[in-house]
């Protein structure tokens, strides 16, 4: 099946820094990956996501970047703020083969960010 | 609009007794996905519905596990007998359709084996 490898576990970063978290997937046939933002005590939050058709999409001080041909997909985040400190998950999912739409998720284990004021 | 909707949101047990969790998704969200979080980890999918139907339980703990989903609205995720690595957050989420659409998580319930 689907494995995704998350790098860094850990990220510390000054307050209005860039932050880069990177993943990489194992099934070639993976078309749609989601970054998702969780706070303590709450559920995933998706902040952004990116299909296999494209490979970069931006959204204010995110932006995710796509390489099929090495199968990685980083998470930039720009100008850093302290409510950027949380657990960060990457995921990937491959498309069906009987059905419409996409298998599981596959997440990866989590980048913790910190953000020093 | 709501967000999905969780209870209880901390249970402690004892190994072999069993519990159950319940879910309220956002309405209107065909698909419902229970998941199960261990400390340090990605989510986990269990299972996923589609209105009434499973879509995929491939991993899911047939033995111990059971889930259903009443009139395709609420679910309820029963262990028995909980095993002492079971412990684990359970997040319940919703979505408009399938997994390529956004998902929208609940708050989790907390769950700790003794």
């Known amino acids: ?117 | 609009e709501a967000g999905v909707a969780q209870s209880p949101r901390y249970k402690i047990i004892e190994k072999r007794q069993s519990v159950a969790f319940w879910c309220n998704p956002i309405s209107g969200h065909a698909t419902l996905y229970w998941y199960q979080q261990i400390l340090g980890q990605g989510p986990k999918l269990l299972i996923q519905f589609q209105n009434n139907g499973v879509v995929d339980d491939s991993q899911l703990p047939k033995d111990r596990f059971s889930a259903e989903r009443l009139k395709g609205v609420d679910s309820t995720l029963k262990i028995q007998p909980a095993k002492l690595e079971d412990s684990a957050v359970y997040l319940c989420a919703s979505s408009l359709r399938d997994i390529s659409y956004e998902q929208y998580f609940g708050p989790g319930t907390r769950l700790t084996v003794t």
């Open chain 1, 1 to 117: 099946g689907e494995n995704v490898e998350q790098h860094p576990s850990t990220l510390s970063v000054q307050e209005g820094d860039s932050a880069v978290i990177k993943c990489t997937y194992s099934d070639s046939a993976s078309n749609y990956f989601p970054w998702y933002k969780q706070e303590l005590g709450k559920g995933p939050q998706l902040i952004i996501d990116i299909r296999s058709n494209v490979g970069e999409k931006k959204d204010q001080r995110i932006a995710v970047t796509l390489n099929k041909t090495a199968k990685h997909f980083s998470l930039h985040i720009t100008e850093t703020q302290p409510e950027d400190s949380a657990v960060y998950f990457c995921a990937a999912s491959k498309p069906q083969i009987s059905n419409f739409g996409n298998e599981k998720l596959t997440f990866g284990t989590g980048t913790r960010l910190t953000i020093i004021p």
